[in-house]
């Protein structure tokens, strides 16, 4: 049997640092030879060792389950497993792609209430004989216990046991960091349907970027995979000793900064392109990627989402009014505003400059930038930010003003009274005590007896009149 493979363009570019030669991502194969087998091929080859489960119960469940998403599959359009997988729609459906094979089960009076187990049973034995080969999206939503478990024990065992002796050696003795991290080969195993030494540094790359698009678990930062790969020396030599070293992308032309926002019409792309590198000349990195992302992004990228084949940069006022509304604001993947946008005045400040210097180049090289000259959508007070600057410190100063006093300040910045201090008391040169000073007179309580009488309170220190003699 002949096997024609074609290959397939990664859907989005990845970003990361050059890569040493023959570590790139490797492209998925659209067709294999398992994928290509007869329903009775797969059956046979799939439900026998090594894909057998432990217990004759667990073995039945299997084949059930394997029996009716090949039932299912066939029922979808498409050449190989693979194309009817894809064409299924269950990549989409990530963590309920059950439903999918139990509404056509339903449909075809075939409904049992353990129809799910069945099929996740099924998935087993599925994606462990690479049958199918699921993308990223969908292998990074499943609860990844037995899947990859079995995936590991029937692809590549020797290499995922070198794995898990050098994760051993290297002192570790947590058992889920060292899960997680063949989890994630497993990741790659299972979708590049290769051994554990025929993994790149491209892929590791690739993976972490799906992780991070996918997954929400906190996982995204773990690299220890990549640290035990390189240690068996699936890298070779020449390897960078940390995944971090290869995320950082580093600086990308101008083309790749205006690609990375996803635009669509091509004219305007190649009109921001040129622009950029012109100013590139004049301007740092850092600006030159806020440029990217204010006019490619903000601007033109989301004009597009909003009026889909918009294609001149001649925009009228109601397009301008809305456009402006929606930049003012930061918005969630729903479009529901969160918050106001605190450098909205930067991204009218880079479109009117683009306008601007469109107008001023075209009057040098009219042929290359006269047809793109046209009236500006932003106003000057647009790109004005004192205001923003007014509000933002006074409500600084609201706060100072509102602030209650810190009840644990230091004795230095209390308020001091020289009636409440207390004087020190210094003993004299010989060492004696320093007798105590005497008690301030106490002050008469005044009487009620009148301004001539005496208060009979108030000891006397003269004798009585006639005493003693």
């Given at each position: 049997?002949?096997?024609?493979?074609?290959?397939?363009?990664?859907?989005?570019?990845?970003?990361?640092?050059?890569?040493?030669?023959?570590?790139?991502?490797?492209?998925?194969?659209?067709?294999?030879?398992?994928?290509?087998?007869?329903?009775?091929?797969?059956?046979?080859?799939?439900?026998?060792?090594?894909?057998?489960?432990?217990?004759?119960?667990?073995?039945?469940?299997?084949?059930?389950?394997?029996?009716?998403?090949?039932?299912?599959?066939?029922?979808?359009?498409?050449?190989?497993?693979?194309?009817?997988?894809?064409?299924?729609?269950?990549?989409?459906?990530?963590?309920?792609?059950?439903?999918?094979?139990?509404?056509?089960?339903?449909?075809?009076?075939?409904?049992?209430?353990?129809?799910?187990?069945?099929?996740?049973?099924?998935?087993?034995?599925?994606?462990?004989?690479?049958?199918?080969?699921?993308?990223?999206?969908?292998?990074?939503?499943?609860?990844?216990?037995?899947?990859?478990?079995?995936?590991?024990?029937?692809?590549?065992?020797?290499?995922?046991?070198?794995?898990?002796?050098?994760?051993?050696?290297?002192?570790?003795?947590?058992?889920?960091?060292?899960?997680?991290?063949?989890?994630?080969?497993?990741?790659?195993?299972?979708?590049?349907?290769?051994?554990?030494?025929?993994?790149?540094?491209?892929?590791?790359?690739?993976?972490?970027?799906?992780?991070?698009?996918?997954?929400?678990?906190?996982?995204?930062?773990?690299?220890?995979?990549?640290?035990?790969?390189?240690?068996?020396?699936?890298?070779?030599?020449?390897?960078?000793?940390?995944?971090?070293?290869?995320?950082?992308?580093?600086?990308?032309?101008?083309?790749?900064?205006?690609?990375?926002?996803?635009?669509?019409?091509?004219?305007?792309?190649?009109l921001l392109v040129d622009y950029l590198t012109e100013r590139a000349v004049d301007v740092d990195y850092t600006t030159l990627e806020d440029m990217a992302r204010s006019l490619a992004g903000l601007f033109w990228r989301d004009l597009?989402?909003?009026?889909?084949?918009?294609?001149?940069?001649?925009?009228?006022?109601?397009?301008?009014?809305?456009?402006?509304?929606?930049?003012?604001?930061?918005?969630?993947?729903?479009?529901?505003?969160?918050?106001?946008?605190?450098?909205?005045?930067?991204?009218?400040?880079?479109?009117?400059?683009?306008?601007?210097?469109?107008?001023?180049?075209?009057?040098?090289?009219?042929?290359?930038?006269?047809?793109?000259?046209?009236?500006?959508?932003?106003?000057?007070?647009?790109?004005?930010?004192?205001?923003?600057?007014?509000?933002?410190?006074?409500?600084?100063?609201?706060?100072?003003?509102?602030?209650?006093?810190?009840?644990?300040?230091?004795?230095?910045?209390?308020?001091?009274?020289?009636?409440?201090?207390?004087?020190?008391?210094?003993?004299?040169?010989?060492?004696?005590?320093?007798?105590?000073?005497?008690?301030?007179?106490?002050?008469?309580?005044?009487?009620?007896?009148?301004?001539?009488?005496?208060?009979?309170?108030?000891?006397?220190?003269?004798p009585p009149v006639g005493a003693g003699t």
């Amino acid at each position: 049997m002949t096997t024609e493979t074609v290959t397939a363009r990664p859907s989005a570019p990845v970003r990361h640092a050059p890569l040493p030669p023959g570590q790139k991502i490797r492209e998925v194969p659209t067709s294999w030879w398992q994928t290509e087998e007869s329903r009775e091929k797969v059956l046979e080859r799939t439900l026998a060792l090594p894909f057998t489960a432990d217990t004759d119960t667990n073995q039945r469940t299997r084949r059930r389950g394997l029996i009716k998403l090949l039932d299912w599959l066939e029922d979808q359009p498409g050449r190989t497993w693979q194309e009817r997988w894809t064409a299924s729609g269950a990549e989409e459906a990530g963590r309920e792609w059950p439903r999918l094979p139990m509404q056509w089960l339903a449909e075809h009076q075939r409904a049992r209430k353990y129809d799910r187990a069945d099929l996740c049973c099924g998935m087993i034995p599925l994606a462990g004989g690479q049958v199918v080969r699921p993308a990223y999206r969908w292998l990074l939503r499943q609860r990844p216990s037995q899947l990859l478990a079995h995936i590991r024990s029937v692809t590549d065992p020797h290499g995922f046991a070198a794995l898990k002796d050098r994760y051993t050696a290297t002192g570790h003795t947590r058992a889920n960091d060292c899960n997680n991290a063949l989890n994630r080969v497993t990741w790659i195993v299972t979708r590049k349907g290769s051994t554990v030494h025929d993994v790149t540094i491209g892929d590791c790359v690739e993976l972490q970027h799906a992780i991070g698009e996918h997954q929400t678990n906190g996982y995204h930062g773990k690299h220890l995979f990549y640290q035990l790969l390189a240690g068996l020396g699936v890298f070779g030599p020449d390897a960078p000793a940390r995944l971090k070293t290869v995320m950082l992308p580093g600086q990308l032309t101008p083309a790749a900064l205006v690609d990375r926002q996803g635009n669509t019409c091509t004219a305007i792309r190649d009109l921001l392109v040129d622009y950029l590198t012109e100013r590139a000349v004049d301007v740092d990195y850092t600006t030159l990627e806020d440029m990217a992302r204010s006019l490619a992004g903000l601007f033109w990228r989301d004009l597009e989402k909003h009026h889909p084949g918009i294609d001149s940069v001649r925009l009228d006022a109601d397009t301008v009014t809305a456009w402006r509304e929606r930049v003012r604001m930061v918005r969630d993947r729903h479009g529901i505003p969160i918050r106001p946008r605190v450098n909205a005045h930067t991204v009218f400040s880079w479109v009117r400059a683009f306008y601007q210097d469109l107008a001023r180049w075209a009057a040098e090289e009219p042929a290359r930038w006269g047809p793109w000259v046209a009236p500006c959508p932003v106003r000057d007070s647009d790109t004005d930010h004192s205001k923003n600057r007014a509000r933002r410190k006074a409500a600084m100063d609201q706060r100072t003003r509102t602030a209650p006093s810190c009840p644990h300040s230091p004795p230095w910045s209390k308020p001091s009274s020289a009636s409440s201090r207390t004087p020190r008391r210094v003993s004299p040169p010989d060492g004696r005590p320093r007798p105590e000073p005497p008690s301030p007179p106490r002050r008469a309580r005044p009487s009620s007896a009148g301004p001539g009488c005496r208060p009979a309170s108030t000891p006397t220190t003269q004798p009585p009149v006639g005493a003693g003699t």
